[in-house]
Structure formats: structure tokens, C-alpha cells
């Protein structure tokens, strides 16, 4: 162990480094605290300082005091010299930060057991250090996971599109590097176009894996055992009922008491030539229905049991008719269940009003009016849930992204 000697006494520096020098340590001296300094800054192997309490210049408790209060990206261990015997002299010497007392005159076998001592804390702390650089590597490289996990998420997302005569377009922000929302929208055949949005319980990467794998399976529209169409050749493209959706997910996945991971849902098929909506709801805030021309919003869904809760629920089917123009704005709770600095939720009936003042303007205006909106109630863009809406419009095929 490299030992630091700060002591102003000549000849009682000289005995103190020969003994510690015979206990088979390297010796690094100084006369006073700012020469101790100086070598502790241009000597990293010091681990150890044997300090002298009364000394001109900076004294033993100032240099602790340096010490301590010193960048040095390593441990110091201190022990304090000293011929003050009162308990206050204790008391001020642990204050700033001194690890051991040694008396003087120095009785040598009592500094051997203190430096064995002083010599075990600080390996304890090397082998601290090493454990912490090793597990901040780690974390390090489970970061540049979740960035790329986060870049995955991103391109799984559906772009902004219009499907037929349906403009569709979306906010996604997850909590987290990965969120446990989704959503998705596909053409089932030339007449009808499936949408959805989930989410699963929980955050992180259990939530988000799981996301993963419920997107990909639903947006298999095409492959031979998708389960948003019927199966037969002769049914090819034939739309299955949205309560049938959610009841095949729930069947395939069930939670158990290790897993925890159910998940609320809104699945919707819209017959893009009539406006004809079928709606089914598992446990998802309602779906707010914007009816501009009607000077209306109202509520679709009736909440139902979350997915994967229960093995033999049921779910309802729910019909509307949209006339162009109108909207469908699906969220996940993390937008109404909000809170600002003083504890007080978003609420629907605020989502309600921001909607009913932007909802002549053009979809992607809306939408950004929301988000500008909920920063300013949070106060942040930092929040404790994922902030996911997906939105869409009937009309007669003329994108509202850049139109109305």
C-alpha cells in the first residue's frame, strides 16, 4: 500500500516512514498539508494518509477537510496524529471526515493494527470501485440496447397514412425509453380497415416486448392464420367481428401470477364505403367521437374486462355510422390520468374541450394543439405513463394532415 506521511517534525518523520516502510509498505513524505496536496494529486497510488494534527501552515485538520472536499477519483483513508486526549478533539476530528486516531507518541504495534485496518477499507473500496466501473459498463451497454429496442419500436409504428377514404395519424410518447402502448391500422380488403390501440400493463421491457408481438399479430392481415379475417380461401379478406378479435387474444394470452401482463384494448373494422364502424372495447378509455357538423362529442365504449384477465369473458360489439368529416380520437389513460404539479388529473373533460376547439382545424394541428396542451398542464415533456392518441378521420380520401 502506498502510505502518506505529513509530518513537520523531522526526525519523528523520518522514525514514523521507517516503520511503516518495515511493515512493508511504500513511503511518500511531506512536511506539511499543502505539500501532502500536491503529492496526493500527482501520486494516484496514495491510498493511505498518516497525518499530523499541528502543523504551521495548512494543520491535519485542514488537510482532511482539502481532502474530502478534493476531486480525487479514489479513496483517501486518513488517520490522524495527535496529543489531544479530550473528547471534543475526537468529535471535530471525525467532523471533517478523519477515519482513524492514532495518539501520540506513537506506540508501534497499535499504528501496525491501525494501517492492517486502514489497508482493509480501502481494498474494500478498490473492489467497490471496480464492482461499480464493471456495473456501469453494464448499464452502459443495456442503455444502447434500449435506444436500439426504442428505434425497433419506432419503425413498428404505422405512418401517417390514408387508407382508402380514412386519414389517419397518431402522438406516441413513451415514459420510458420503450412504452408499453401500440396501435396499428391495416386495409383488411378493398372495403374494410381494421385499427386498434392497446395497452399493456406495466412499463419497461417486459411491457414492450409484449407489445411487440401483439402488433405483429395483429397487423398479419394477409397470412393464413391471421385472426382479424376468417379463415377459408373462400372467406379470404371477410373481416372477423371485433369481439371475435379480442376474444381470440384473450384466449392466447393469459396472464398468470408471475407474468402480470394483460392488457386494455379498442378494436374497431370501418366498412369505408358506408361509414359503418364496429367497436369493441376491453378495458380502454372510451373512444371520443368528434361530430363537427353536429356541434357533438360523444363517448364510445362501455370499458368491458381487460385482455388476458379473464379466460372465458366476453366482450360487446358496439355500431355507429360516420358521416365525412367526423372523428375518431382512441387514448391510452396515461393522457387523462396526467398530473400536474399539484397533483390535479388531466381529466377527460379537459381532453374534451381542447378537442372541441381544434376540431375544425387540420388533423395534425389538432393533434399538436393536445400534446402542446398536456406539456403545459404536466409542465414537462417528462411523464410518469405513456401519452399515446390515435386519430381518424372519414372523409372522401383528402389527407387532413394538410387539409381540413
Same mark, same amino acid.
Given at each position: /500500500?502506498?502510505?502518506?506521511?505529513?509530518?513537520?517534525?523531522?526526525?519523528?518523520?523520518?522514525?514514523?516512514?521507517?516503520?511503516?516502510?518495515?511493515?512493508?509498505?511504500?513511503?511518500?513524505e511531506?512536511?506539511?498539508?499543502?505539500?501532502?496536496?500536491?503529492?496526493?494529486?500527482? %501520486?494516484? *497510488?496514495?491510498?493511505?494518509?498518516?497525518?499530523?494534527?499541528?502543523?504551521? $501552515?495548512?494543520?491535519?485538520?485542514?488537510?482532511?477537510?482539502?481532502?474530502?472536499?478534493?476531486?480525487?477519483?479514489?479513496?483517501?483513508?486518513?488517520?490522524?496524529?495527535?496529543?489531544?486526549?479530550?473528547?471534543?478533539?475526537?468529535?471535530?476530528?471525525? &467532523?471533517? $471526515?478523519a477515519?482513524?486516531?492514532?495518539?501520540? !507518541?506513537?506506540?508501534?504495534?497499535?499504528?501496525?493494527?491501525?494501517?492492517?485496518?486502514?489497508?482493509?477499507?480501502?481494498?474494500?473500496?478498490?473492489?467497490?470501485?471496480?464492482?461499480?466501473?464493471?456495473?456501469?459498463?453494464?448499464?452502459?451497454?443495456?442503455?444502447?440496447?434500449?435506444?436500439?429496442?426504442?428505434? *425497433?419500436?419506432? +419503425?413498428?409504428?404505422?405512418?401517417?397514412?390514408?387508407?382508402?377514404?380514412?386519414?389517419?395519424?397518431?402522438?406516441?410518447?413513451?415514459?420510458?425509453?420503450?412504452?408499453?402502448?401500440?396501435f396499428?391500422?391495416?386495409?383488411?380488403?378493398d %372495403?374494410?380497415? /381494421?385499427?386498434?390501440?392497446?395497452?399493456?400493463a406495466?412499463?419497461?421491457?417486459?411491457?414492450?416486448?409484449f407489445?411487440?408481438?401483439?402488433?405483429?399479430?395483429?397487423?398479419?392481415?394477409?397470412?393464413?392464420? &391471421?385472426?382479424?379475417?376468417?379463415?377459408g380461401?373462400?372467406?379470404?379478406?371477410?373481416?372477423?367481428? !371485433?369481439?371475435?378479435?379480442?376474444?381470440?387474444?384473450?384466449?392466447?394470452?393469459?396472464?398468470?401470477?408471475?407474468? /402480470?401482463?394483460?392488457?386494455? /384494448? +379498442?378494436?374497431?373494422?370501418i366498412?369505408t364505403?358506408?361509414?359503418?364502424?364496429?367497436?369493441?372495447h376491453?378495458?380502454?378509455?372510451?373512444?371520443?367521437?368528434?361530430?363537427?357538423?353536429?356541434?357533438?362529442?360523444?363517448?364510445l365504449?362501455?370499458?368491458?374486462?381487460?385482455?388476458?384477465?379473464?379466460?372465458?369473458? &366476453?366482450?360487446?360489439?358496439?355500431? =355507429?355510422?360516420?358521416?365525412?368529416? #367526423?372523428?375518431?380520437?382512441?387514448?391510452?389513460?396515461? =393522457? *387523462?390520468?396526467?398530473?400536474?404539479?399539484?397533483q390535479?388529473?388531466?381529466?377527460?373533460?379537459?381532453?374534451?374541450?381542447?378537442?372541441?376547439?381544434?376540431?375544425?382545424? !387540420?388533423?395534425?394541428?389538432?393533434?399538436?394543439?393536445?400534446?402542446? #396542451?398536456?406539456?403545459?398542464?404536466?409542465?414537462s415533456?417528462?411523464?410518469?405513463?405513456?401519452?399515446?392518441?390515435?386519430?381518424? %378521420?372519414?372523409?372522401? $380520401?383528402?389527407?387532413?394532415?394538410?387539409?381540413?
Amino acid at each position: /500500500m502506498d502510505v502518506l506521511i505529513v509530518e513537520d517534525v523531522h526526525g519523528q518523520r523520518r522514525l514514523l516512514s521507517a516503520v511503516v516502510r518495515k511493515l512493508g509498505h511504500k513511503v511518500h513524505e511531506a512536511q506539511d498539508g499543502l505539500e501532502a496536496l500536491s503529492l496526493l494529486a500527482a %501520486e494516484p *497510488t496514495i491510498r493511505l494518509v498518516i497525518s499530523d494534527w499541528m502543523m504551521p $501552515g495548512l494543520d491535519g485538520i485542514g488537510l482532511c477537510e482539502a481532502i474530502r472536499a478534493g476531486d480525487f477519483d479514489r479513496y483517501i483513508y486518513f488517520i490522524l496524529l495527535t496529543g489531544k486526549t479530550e473528547r471534543s478533539a475526537t468529535v471535530q476530528g471525525l &467532523s471533517v $471526515g478523519a477515519d482513524d486516531f492514532l495518539n501520540k !507518541p506513537v506506540d508501534f504495534q497499535e499504528l501496525e493494527v491501525r494501517l492492517k485496518a486502514g489497508c482493509r477499507v480501502v481494498e474494500l473500496e478498490q473492489t467497490l470501485d471496480q464492482k461499480n466501473s464493471e456495473l456501469q459498463q453494464t448499464l452502459d451497454m443495456l442503455e444502447d440496447d434500449l435506444e436500439s429496442a426504442a428505434l *425497433t419500436q419506432q +419503425s413498428l409504428l404505422a405512418e401517417p397514412a390514408t387508407i382508402q377514404n380514412i386519414v389517419f395519424d397518431w402522438h406516441f410518447k413513451p415514459s420510458k425509453i420503450l412504452g408499453g402502448d401500440m396501435f396499428g391500422y391495416h386495409a383488411i380488403d378493398d %372495403e374494410n380497415v /381494421m385499427f386498434y390501440q392497446l395497452d399493456v400493463a406495466g412499463h419497461g421491457i417486459r411491457s414492450a416486448l409484449f407489445s411487440f408481438a401483439l402488433n405483429n399479430l395483429l397487423k398479419d392481415v394477409d397470412g393464413a392464420s &391471421s385472426i382479424v379475417r376468417e379463415e377459408g380461401r373462400e372467406l379470404s379478406g371477410t373481416p372477423v367481428s !371485433p369481439e371475435q378479435v379480442i376474444s381470440r387474444l384473450n384466449k392466447r394470452f393469459q396472464t398468470t401470477a408471475d407474468s /402480470m401482463l394483460y392488457f386494455t /384494448m +379498442s378494436y374497431g373494422v370501418i366498412h369505408t364505403p358506408t361509414g359503418r364502424v364496429r367497436l369493441c372495447h376491453a378495458g380502454h378509455p372510451p373512444i371520443l367521437w368528434l361530430r363537427p357538423k353536429d356541434d357533438t362529442i360523444g363517448e364510445l365504449g362501455d370499458a368491458g374486462v381487460p385482455v388476458g384477465m379473464v379466460t372465458n369473458a &366476453s366482450w360487446c360489439c358496439q355500431q =355507429i355510422q360516420l358521416k365525412p368529416g #367526423d372523428r375518431l380520437f382512441l387514448y391510452s389513460d396515461g =393522457i *387523462t390520468e396526467c398530473e400536474n404539479g399539484q397533483q390535479q388529473m388531466f381529466g377527460e373533460q379537459r381532453l374534451k374541450d381542447i378537442l372541441k376547439d381544434a376540431w375544425q382545424l !387540420p388533423m395534425t394541428t389538432m393533434i399538436g394543439q393536445v400534446w402542446n #396542451d398536456l406539456c403545459q398542464w404536466r409542465g414537462s415533456e417528462n411523464f410518469d405513463d405513456d401519452m399515446t392518441y390515435l386519430v381518424m %378521420e372519414y372523409g372522401d $380520401g383528402v389527407s387532413g394532415r394538410s387539409g381540413g
